[in-house]
């Protein structure tokens, strides 16, 4: 009588290879994928690369995030100010 296997998907594989100490890098070669791919598995996110701006000292700082609109008027009439001076 031929035994029964169950076959795991890549992601479980992935999964449960992790859970044994492999390393994404590891595992991603005895799966014959991408560590990306690997990572996906495992819902690892991949860090993004931040811009950075050099200020006049020569250290880079994060950039200025782009400014976010102004919330619209309700009422849609329009508000003017007036300096006095």
């Not at 014959?32 to 690892?44: H, Q």
């Not at 400014?67 to 619209?72: F, H, L, Q």
Request: aromatic share 2%.
């Amino acid at each position: 009588m031929p035994e029964d296997t169950v076959k795991l998907s890549a992601s479980a594989q992935a999964q449960q290879m992790y859970q044994s100490g492999q390393s994404v890098s590891s595992i991603a070669s005895s799966l014959g994928t991408s560590a990306s791919t690997v990572d996906s598995y495992l819902g690892i996110a991949v860090a993004i690369a931040v811009p950075l701006k050099v200020g006049s000292g020569g250290h880079a700082a994060p950039a200025e995030p782009a400014a976010a609109p102004a919330p619209a008027s309700t009422t849609g009439a329009a508000v003017k100010t007036v300096a006095k001076g």
